[in-house]
């Protein structure tokens, strides 16, 4: 079992930055493909970046490409969000999710992910 605990939410003027962490506990992300998705009111869950564990390679939604980074860090065995140029769309409730098969089964797939975090909050004021 994995447990996934996500932090650094919070407001943020646009175009400012954010970084979100996501925290597992359990056992180590190795093997792992990690992302992020979020969720904004009445919408459905949108693909945000993924990251395969072994090897670093990323992935990402056209929507955040340029502007927000997926990475990690072993010792911490922690996936990191950075969020800049943050634009009024970017407003959802951040969650992390984690799979050992999803790379190649579907990255950008919500439903190809088993574990998942609680979520934290992302607003941004104009």
């Known amino acids: 079992q994995v447990q996934l605990v996500e932090s650094g939410g919070g407001l943020v003027q646009a175009g400012r930055s954010l970084r979100l962490s996501c925290a597992a506990s359990g056992r180590t992300f190795t093997c792992y493909t990690v992302a992020w998705f979020r969720q904004a009111p009445g919408k459905e869950r949108e693909f945000v970046a993924a990251i395969r564990w072994n090897f670093g390679m990323t992935y990402y939604a056209d929507s955040v490409k340029g502007r927000f980074t997926i990475s990690k860090d072993n010792a911490k065995n922690t996936v990191y969000l950075q969020m800049n140029s943050l634009k009024p769309e970017d407003p959802a409730v951040y969650l992390c999710?984690?799979?050992?098969?999803?790379?190649?089964?579907?990255?950008?797939?919500?439903?190809?992910?088993?574990?998942w975090g609680q979520g934290t909050q992302v607003t941004v004021s104009s």
């Open positions: 999710a984690a799979d050992n098969s999803a790379w190649h089964m579907g990255r950008d797939n919500e439903h190809q992910y088993d574990y």
